[in-house]
């Protein structure tokens, strides 16, 4: 989708990649209004249009970076669109509450002139079925978001003190062995059929000399 709103061609790609060239083809059915030429923006006289636009917030000491797979403004709007190729959609309320969800919708009305209220993000799943979930932006959900981050961020800072300072470890997160998706998968796939339990496993780990860069 970046090359094409380079203007780069593509038609290789997709007649290569079976899955590839049909989901673009379902996606260019069901929203034509996103395949404007790389030019469009211009046409439209939009002051924005961008693929992988990239936008830097300060929280602090800290820098929140986000990239919008496609980005649209017009004077009134901003839209952020996103490309998944899940194999199943995610329920659209866990979807609301992801991190990039609302942290993509921050950091543009934070960075931006919009209100939040003029503020949306489209995810477009294109893997299989062609389906879409919008979410529209709004003052409350911005206040909400905030108050997370200033909370999260400070504990950041407390672990961090801690760590640097007194040398104790990060803590986990309730049930996140069992909770988090990554760690479940890596253990099923590295530990299971490894002979080692799962805590000389973590042993090896801890054994690893440190690499100086």
Not at 82 to 101: A, I, S
Not at 185 to 209: F, G, M
């Amino acid at each position: 989708m970046q090359q094409r709103e380079l203007g780069l061609p593509i038609a290789g790609l997709l007649t290569a990649d079976e899955e590839l060239g049909g989901a673009v083809a379902g996606l260019l059915a069901a929203a034509p209004e996103l395949f404007h030429p790389a030019d469009g923006a211009l046409a439209q006289g939009l002051p924005l249009r961008e693929a992988e636009h990239s936008r830097t917030l300060a929280v602090g000491h800290y820098l929140l970076t986000v990239i919008y797979d496609l980005a649209i403004a017009s004077e009134e709007r901003g839209l952020i669109i996103d490309w998944k190729t899940y194999q199943q959609k995610p329920k659209r309320e866990n979807l609301g509450q992801d991190w990039q969800t609302r942290l993509y919708l921050y950091v543009w009305a934070e960075t931006s002139d919009y209100l939040p209220e003029q503020l949306e993000m489209i995810y477009w799943f294109v893997r299989g079925k062609i389906e879409r979930e919008q979410f529209v932006y709004n003052s409350s959900q911005h206040q909400k978001t905030r108050q997370d981050l200033q909370k999260l961020l400070g504990n950041l800072d407390f672990w961090l003190e801690d760590y640097l300072e007194r040398n104790i470890p990060f803590p986990h997160g309730p049930n996140c062995e069992t909770d988090c998706p990554h760690e479940s998968t890596y253990l099923a796939r590295h530990v299971s059929s490894n002979p080692q339990s799962k805590a000389d496993w973590l042993t090896c780990l801890s054994e690893i000399a440190e690499i100086t860069l």
